[in-house]
């Protein structure tokens, strides 16, 4: 079976500059490989050369080098593009056209009958999660209901393939569950889904691999939890009911202790020591969990660490 994606040396250099241009480098090298089937998360901060890397895929800009494959063939091969779905970073649309209307227009352009259309069209926008509002003009639309539109209309083929650039942006928490639930939906029916973002969290519950960019550099590539700089370093603990005296007797367990107001108290364990053991204790004592997290290193972090002093 193809890979669904695979860059070989991508790169891509603009001309900068008004009298005399001068290349800058958006995209250094990129070898990368995704499997057909998975969830792969491409990550990094603005700037990175990761919209790039996405163009580049989608033909929207050419190479200076090198070469990527769709699907086993190159981008451009329309029996590739049939099987594909796109969603830009800021995808712009005809705003005095309603949802309905917008993506009926995406499926006359697919070649799908009129019966089909109105079909699909219903079922997408009721799996994105947009009820009355799809009767709306999209020029009343927030950017979160246009960025649901937007995931709508690169389903509206049934893509084998997905490739989708900021997904979560605009979006508030219920939109961003939807999302991550309809990203996995995908990836059980075996589609491949390829996505960027600069939220770690995105990609942890998400992805089988991530690619780390930076400054147009591949820098980390395989699963998060084989990173060892994303491994659990801590534990934090959020706790109700606590008093000063309670939290002195703990302290020197504890790594940092941070008063949050109302009895409660973030608690950070480092990571040789269980939480379980002092749960038990801390109940005991009258103490109540709030939360508890794992304490790792943020992409920022990563970045700041790993790639912030490179050239």
Not at 138 to 158: D, T, W
Request: aromatic share 8%; glycine share 10%; with cysteine.
């Amino acid at each position: 079976m193809p890979l669904a994606i695979e860059t070989i040396e991508l790169t891509k250099d603009y001309a900068v500059g008004f009298w005399r241009k001068r290349p800058r480098r958006a995209l250094d090298h990129l070898s990368l490989q995704v499997e057909t089937g998975e969830v792969f998360g491409f990550l990094g901060p603005n700037g990175a050369g990761k919209t790039t890397t996405l163009k580049l895929l989608m033909q929207l800009v050419f190479p200076t080098s090198g070469e990527a494959r769709i699907l086993g063939r190159p981008p451009g091969d329309l029996g590739a593009k049939r099987r594909l779905g796109y969603l830009p970073e800021n995808p712009y649309f005809y705003d005095y056209l309603t949802a309905e209307e917008l993506l009926a227009y995406f499926a006359g352009l697919l070649g799908l009958p009129p019966a089909d259309r109105r079909r699909r069209v219903s079922a997408l926008l009721d799996q994105v999660g947009l009820g009355n509002e799809r009767k709306l003009q999209l020029r009343k639309f927030s950017k979160g209901m246009l960025q649901r539109v937007g995931i709508a209309q690169a389903l509206l083929n049934e893509p084998d393939l997905v490739i989708l650039d900021e997904p979560m942006s605009g979006l508030d928490p219920l939109g961003r569950r939807d999302v991550r639930k309809l990203i996995l939906e995908l990836r059980d029916r075996g589609c491949t889904v390829f996505f960027s973002s600069h939220v770690l969290s995105d990609a942890e519950a998400l992805c089988s691999r991530v690619a780390i960019l930076a400054k147009g550099r591949l820098v980390a590539s395989g699963r998060l939890s084989d990173m060892l700089a994303f491994g659990v370093r801590g534990w934090e603990l959020v706790v109700a009911n606590m008093s000063d005296t309670l939290v002195a007797k703990y302290r020197p367990r504890l790594s940092r202790a941070e008063p949050l107001g109302g009895g409660r108290f973030s608690l950070e364990l480092p990571i040789e020591t269980p939480p379980e053991q002092l749960l038990t204790e801390l109940t005991a004592d009258g103490g109540q969990l709030v939360s508890l997290n794992p304490l790792r290193e943020t992409l920022e972090n990563f970045f700041v660490e790993h790639v912030g002093q490179r050239p």
